[in-house]
């Protein structure tokens, strides 16, 4: 992705890649947020079912598992948006799941590894 990607959507700019919406506050679109979006991007596309069974595993099985079994959540949580808030501040959000109303968000911490797994209603 490059700058000229991304258009303004108050308060985010936002672009599109192999389905997946990528967000950046508009604060905080420069190169090192764009590399940092890039590198996420990346993780998710080529680690996918690691990243989904870190989210199971880390809360989300538990907040569903009287509703679903971990094959069903894994596959009604659909594709992650990527929001950046800064350039060493990003996470992958399921907004738009078939699961229920609830946002589910993952973030990765300085070294680039998954960290804080949210459930938000």
């Known amino acids: 992705m ?5 258009i303004l959507s108050d308060p ?3 672009t599109e890649a192999e389905g997946i919406l990528i967000k950046i506050h508009r604060d ?7 590399a940092y979006a890039n590198k996420i991007f990346e993780l998710y596309l080529y680690k996918k079912s690691e990243v ?4 199971l595993n880390h809360s ?5 598992k009287s509703r679903y079994a971990r094959n069903e959540i894994a596959e009604k ?3 992650a948006d990527i929001e950046i808030m800064n350039d060493r501040w990003g996470c992958l959000t399921w907004r738009n ?4 109303e609830h946002i589910i968000q993952v973030e990765f911490n300085d070294e680039m590894q998954l960290s804080y797994v949210s459930i938000d209603g």
């Not at 905080?28 to 764009?34: A, K, R, T, V």
């Not at 989904?52 to 989210?55: A, E, L, R, S, T």
């Not at 799941?97 to 229920?100: E, F």
């Open 2 to 6: 490059k700058r000229e990607d991304f």
């Open 52 to 55: 989904i069974d870190y989210v």
């Open 77 to 79: 949580l659909n594709e």
């Open 12 to 14: 985010y700019y936002e």
């Open 97 to 100: 799941h078939n699961l229920d």
């Open 28 to 34: 905080f679109l420069n190169q090192s947020s764009i």
């Open 60 to 64: 989300v099985l538990d907040f569903y």
